[in-house]
């Protein structure tokens, strides 16, 4: 038995409570992680997790020896990881999940000089909008716009992005252009409807001129689950859109869409990444991390405004 194999298979069945799914993140076969585990037992002579026919429970010596398996991994990663070599050039593979309209416009045009500073790390992308399971689906790292709602992730904030208003110009001419938000509400005009994976529903935008406040909700013919899909109907002429800046700004430029309500403001959309607590924060993730906050600066809010 590989004593560190052993302890990495049982963390991992700790963490994902099944091993199956331990197996998968693991890349290897659940017979295989069973007689590690068992293994483990034995060297130790003490049980470290109850098994039932539905699911896995750690025991409270389980539990214990989890939490000292976990800082032992991240000490021997860290030296490992620590050294001149693996130190000047982090590697390995990373695994992330974005919104679909910030990998196309803001991360992957950004991507070339990452991996000019950073060759040996192998970044595979994940581009959505959904629930990601970072430990079901081994996945490293996520970032979303809104509040983290796992409260068991931790997460690092990133900034603000500055919202925005708009539509194209071939929508205004067949609906006109609205003077207050109020009308967005009117049997006539639409806008398109954005469903928020987390909660299945879509998101009422709320907006303030000094002392006065509007929600809007709003009707519509489309309503997407994607960024790009999203943007995409606005420009088509299907209903008034709210945007980030470093969504809207190359489309203003050429005047695929025009700003509304400017006199008007929103709260901004607040930015996360956000990681598992208990894995070991690698080297590789630790740059990426930095990278993509300083990215996300360029577009965000200056702090104070």
């Known amino acids: 038995m590989d004593r560190f194999d052993a302890m990495r298979a049982f963390a991992r069945v700790v963490e994902t409570g099944s091993f199956t799914k331990a197996a998968e993140t693991l890349?290897?076969?659940?017979?295989?992680?069973?007689?590690?585990?068992?293994?483990?037992?034995?060297?130790?002579?003490?049980?470290?997790?109850?098994?039932?026919t539905r699911k896995v429970n750690v025991t409270a010596e389980g539990s214990v020896y989890y939490e000292r398996v976990v800082r032992l991994l991240a000490d021997m990663d860290e030296a490992e990881t620590s050294l001149a070599s693996a130190?000047?050039?982090?590697?390995?593979?990373?695994?992330?999940?974005?919104?679909?309209?910030?990998?196309?416009?803001?991360?992957?045009?950004?991507?070339?000089a990452f991996h000019a500073r950073y060759p040996d790390i192998q970044l595979d992308l994940g581009v959505s909008d959904r629930m990601v399971d970072l430990i079901d689906?081994?996945?490293?790292?996520?970032?979303?716009?809104?509040?983290?709602?796992?409260?068991?992730?931790?997460?690092?904030?990133?900034?603000?992005?500055?919202?925005?208003?708009?539509?194209a110009p071939d929508y205004l001419r067949r609906q006109g252009a609205p003077a207050h938000p109020r009308e967005l509400q009117d049997s006539h005009h639409r806008?398109?409807?954005?469903?928020?994976?987390?909660?299945?529903?879509?998101?009422?935008?709320?907006m303030r001129r000094g002392q006065e406040r509007v929600t809007v909700q709003g009707r519509h013919v489309l309503s997407v689950?994607?960024?790009?899909?999203?943007?995409?109907?606005?420009?088509?002429?299907?209903?008034?859109?709210?945007?980030?800046?470093?969504?809207?700004?190359?489309?203003?430029?050429?005047?695929?869409?025009?700003?509304?309500?400017?006199?008007?403001?929103?709260?901004?959309?607040?930015?996360y990444l956000a990681f598992a607590p208990?894995?070991?924060?690698?080297?590789?993730?630790?740059?990426?991390?930095?990278?993509?906050?300083?990215?996300?600066?360029?577009h965000a809010v200056p702090p104070g405004r």
């Not at 992680?33 to 470290?48: F, K, M, S």
């Open 87 to 112: 130190a000047a050039s982090p590697r390995g593979r990373l695994r992330v999940d974005v919104p679909s309209p910030l990998a196309s416009m803001v991360l992957v045009p950004a991507l070339p």
């Open 27 to 52: 890349h290897m076969s659940r017979t295989s992680v069973t007689q590690l585990v068992q293994q483990l037992e034995a060297r130790l002579r003490v049980r470290l997790l109850n098994r039932t």
């Open 137 to 167: 689906e081994n996945v490293d790292c996520v970032v979303r716009g809104g509040e983290i709602a796992n409260q068991s992730l931790a997460a690092r904030h990133l900034g603000d992005l500055r919202l925005g208003v708009y539509a």
């Open 225 to 271: 689950d994607d960024g790009n899909a999203y943007l995409a109907a606005g420009l088509a002429g299907l209903g008034v859109l709210w945007l980030p800046e470093y969504m809207s700004r190359a489309h203003l430029a050429n005047g695929a869409l025009v700003p509304l309500f400017e006199d008007w403001r929103m709260d901004p959309m607040p930015l």
């Open 191 to 206: 806008i398109v409807g954005f469903v928020w994976a987390r909660t299945g529903k879509a998101f009422p935008y709320a």
């Open 278 to 298: 208990k894995r070991h924060v690698s080297a590789k993730l630790r740059v990426f991390m930095d990278w993509v906050a300083a990215l996300i600066a360029r």
